[in-house]
């Protein structure tokens, strides 16, 4: 898909236009919009190891891709941190991880140097990229930013460019999470949404509130009970529609 589509000058009254870069507008009306289990929209950007085409850069595997508004922020810092320490534990479940933040590749190169003194476990070296996305193109592609945001697209911080999403092999979007600029991610609620939908998508099961690895999980009630006999075997029927089994 080419940015160039997504922009236009603005022409008429009743089109919400945000000035960008001159001639070029953010038009409220030509704003994507993401949905669970739609396709992930492919880019080419620079990133902090070397250029990639993000479906070439994410084929096979699984992704979180998730950004931030500004390098050198001090909520940003330590979510990045808190990725890096657990980027092992997403290898093990073959998920890339891609940040992303609105500037250069300078300030990225350097914000990471910081990130690795002060937020990375045991001082480990930062080891994903982080994509510059100094337009602010990716951002508007992924529907990252606010009604406010918008406005200031091409002024300054826009606080709401803090989304996370995972997308699956298939590059469908399984998961998207928008966070204020005062609230810190939790890593290991991604990786937790990660564990049940690999196991959803390997069991044919659905998980409960809080569920993690090892819990019991959701017969779905499209299964029927003969069914769910021959292919979990003991299950719970605490109602018609809620059973639970175990995957041990």
Not at 60 to 67: E, N, R
Not at 88 to 96: C, H, I
Not at 161 to 170: A, K, L, N
Request: glycine fraction near 6%; charged fraction near 25%; charge should be neutral.
């Amino acid at each position: 898909m080419s940015f160039q589509s997504l922009f236009r000058a603005a022409s008429k009254s009743n089109l919400r236009n945000v000035q960008v870069r001159g001639l070029k507008t953010f038009d409220f009306s030509k704003q994507p919009r993401l949905r669970i289990f739609g396709k992930a929209p492919n880019f080419k950007a620079a990133t902090t190891q070397g250029d990639i085409d993000f479906h070439e850069y994410i084929k096979g595997s699984w992704a979180v891709l998730f950004s931030h508004p500004k390098d050198f922020t001090p909520v940003c810092t330590t979510e990045l941190g808190a990725f890096s320490g657990l980027k092992p534990e997403f290898d093990k479940r073959n998920v890339k991880l891609i940040g992303l933040s609105a500037q250069d590749i300078d300030n990225h190169n350097t914000w990471v140097k910081d990130i690795e003194e002060v937020a990375t476990p045991g001082n480990a070296k930062f080891s994903f990229p982080i994509i510059a996305d100094t337009d602010r193109e990716v951002a508007f592609l992924y529907d990252m930013v606010d009604e406010e945001g918008f406005k200031n697209l091409n002024n300054g911080v826009v606080q709401t460019i803090r989304s996370v999403f995972v997308i699956d092999p298939e590059q469908k979007i399984r998961l998207i999470m928008t966070y204020p600029a005062s609230v810190g991610r939790n890593s290991s609620e991604v990786l937790r949404v990660v564990d049940a939908l690999q196991t959803g998508d390997n069991n044919g099961v659905v998980t409960p509130i809080n569920w993690i690895p090892g819990q019991d999980v959701i017969i779905p009630p499209t299964v029927s009970d003969e069914a769910a006999k021959e292919k979990f075997g003991d299950f719970k029927k605490v109602k018609p529609y809620l059973r639970f089994t175990s995957l041990k």
